[in-house]
């Protein structure tokens, strides 16, 4: 078990190097520079901080607990996640850059009206609001029962921390700061998973082809879900679930495609998008492996786990008797993943607020700045509010929740989109926001109609009825174009 005062340390080090190593990248920023890094990264960077951007602290935690109760299951999402990634690299990505929008839902105000583009921004902007609240109350979570407690630090203090060196990192440089420390990231998170993976290795007395066969014979290593329909694990819900999300939650997402168009042209977007996707399939696979010899080293200690959801890394690598690097490297990799998704976030929605809700590009570069930097200081306090008192009501798998809530709130942007691409009807634009609201509930109607009439559990898929429920209300309030 390591100390208190070492896990402090840790922390605050880590801190101190994430501002300032994206305040050195913030040197000579301009707008261009914090809402698109003004197109001039290499895509060998944009890769290397892609690979921890898609990954969150949720990941890092709630992957490798997934398993005592998921199994492997989650490789078929991943599976998705694949073809989903191809989807957006042969698709999205050109019509992005050709548009050449700095913010991805400028789209919606070319295509529909500028109040469909608002609504389609507001959804985005609730959307990225409440998960990323859920992500950062986790990481504040977990720090307090491994940190904070043991200071006697409320956790509105360990929140303020994290907001805190989110806000300073990225005020001035936005994405650049961004793909400078997410670097930093993507080395930490593996480095901690391999010397974790390593140290349960050791500490279990066995070799790798040992360790290997031990996974396999595992019963909670079972991957493949094609028996049962009505499961939330069956093979085609997921499958199809991680196509759907990956489209609307990294090729619909203004924070995720904010690194992509980063890049200086498309090829280089879609070599980046290509690694990338092969990259996370490999450090989750890792995660899932990581999490079946945690739970076989915990039996084989007797340690008792704590009630904290997510709980089985943190527990093992502070408290579980693994050597201090373990522990060292676990509080830095999560650390890291914290202040990412909150810089992250803040970029993001500090970009659609401007460009969107406040039209930058209407606004000069002096005053397009001023709006620029207060709303990014308010998102900064209302993220800090929202950890404090949003996540208390989450009882389940963090994962599992944001992907819910990403279900419901996703649906009207991914909607939006589809209707647009794929059809030549003009939508009404003072009604489209009818269908944006009704959508999400019908669908949750529908949801509770399956489950109690046929016990068929809607999982992901629940994303793409949302979507459908939103074109066929803008199909209603649309008209044919005329020639």
Known sequence: MISVQLVLCSLVLYAALQLAVGL???????????????????WQVTWGAMISAAMSGITFVSVPAMVAEDGFSYLQMVLGFTVGQLIVAHW???????????????YFGDRFGPRTHRWGAWFFLLSKFVATALKLYLVALVMQVILFDALGVPLWANALLTVVVAWGYTRRGGVKSLLATDLMKTLLMILSVGVTLWAVVEALGYDLPTAWRAVRMDPMSRVWYFDDPHSAHYFWKMFLGGVVLLVAMTGLDQELMQRNLAC?????????????????AIVIALFLVLGALLYRYADARDLALTELSDGI????????????????LFVAGFAAAGFSSAGAAMTALTTSISVDIMRGKELGEKRLTAVRMMSHAVVAVLLFGAMVVLGYGADERMINLVYRVAGYTYGPILGLFLFGLWTGRRVRDRWSWLPMILAPLMAGAVQLLLKGLCSYEIGFELLLLNAALVMAGLWLVSRRTTA
């Open 92 to 106: 999205l990505v050109p019509l992005f850059y050709r548009w050449q929008y700095t913010s991805i839902y400028e």
């Open 264 to 280: 200086r042209t498309v090829r280089d977007a879609q070599k980046n998008i290509y690694l990338t996707a092969l990259c996370q």
């Open 24 to 42: 050195l990248a913030a040197r000579r920023s301009d707008n261009a520079t914090f809402f698109t890094a003004s197109r001039r990264v290499p």
């Open 313 to 328: 890394f943190p527990q093992v690598a502070v408290a579980g008797g693994l050597p201090g690097v373990v522990g060292v």
